[in-house]
């Protein structure tokens, strides 16, 4: 038997042992929550009001981050979309928003194109996009053309 104490191991994936039922995957939350800010999402549901249907925009609070897209990234978008104003957005689980939703952070509208949840490591992240038919007018705001 040896005279000295042993030295403890480094906790990571490689540690782990399989069969425990626990993640083989290191703890990231903390340096997750380190990256992300708090962020306001102003999300735009759509709610029966008064027999009618209207957009509401209802305020979600979650940690986030948001991040450009690089050039090699746009050049996988098809060539009619390179031009638009792509970001990944980071945020925890507590919110999951849904493909095609609409959202405003800051005074801009942005639309979720794909989401990418990441139940181990406790994030989410979304390709979005800046919805410009968001600048559009109602369908009533157009003159009536009809024949």
Same mark, same amino acid.
């Given at each position: 038997?040896?005279? +000295?104490?042993?030295?403890?191991?480094a !906790? *990571?994936? @490689?540690?782990?042992?399989?069969?425990?039922? @626990? @993640?083989?995957?290191?703890?990231? @939350?903390?340096?997750?929550?380190? +990256?992300?800010?708090p962020?306001?999402?102003?999300?735009?549901? $759509?709610?029966?009001? *008064?027999? %009618?249907?209207?957009?509401?925009?209802? #305020?979600?609070?979650?940690?986030?981050?948001?991040?450009?897209?690089?050039p $090699?990234?746009?050049?996988? !978008?098809?060539?009619?979309?390179?031009? =638009?104003? =792509?970001? $990944?957005?980071? #945020?925890?689980?507590?919110? $999951?928003?849904?493909?095609?939703?609409?959202?405003i952070?800051?005074? #801009?509208? +942005?639309?979720?194109?794909?989401?990418?949840?990441?139940?181990?490591?406790? %994030?989410?992240? %979304? /390709?979005?996009?800046?919805? %410009?038919?968001? /600048?559009?007018? *109602?369908?009533?705001?157009?003159?009536?053309?009809?024949?």
């Amino acid at each position: 038997m040896s005279q +000295y104490a042993p030295v403890p191991l480094a !906790k *990571n994936a @490689s540690s782990k042992n399989l069969i425990d039922g @626990s @993640s083989a995957l290191p703890d990231m @939350s903390p340096a997750i929550l380190e +990256y992300l800010q708090p962020m306001n999402f102003g999300c735009i549901e $759509k709610q029966l009001v *008064n027999g %009618y249907i209207q957009e509401v925009v209802v #305020t979600k609070k979650t940690l986030a981050v948001k991040q450009a897209f690089s050039p $090699k990234q746009l050049m996988m !978008k098809p060539e009619g979309q390179r031009d =638009w104003n =792509w970001f $990944k957005i980071h #945020t925890l689980s507590n919110i $999951k928003l849904q493909p095609d939703s609409v959202f405003i952070l800051g005074k #801009t509208r +942005y639309r979720i194109m794909s989401l990418f949840d990441y139940p181990e490591y406790g %994030y989410i992240e %979304y /390709d979005v996009r800046e919805d %410009y038919q968001g /600048d559009l007018p *109602n369908a009533g705001d157009f003159p009536n053309t009809g024949g």
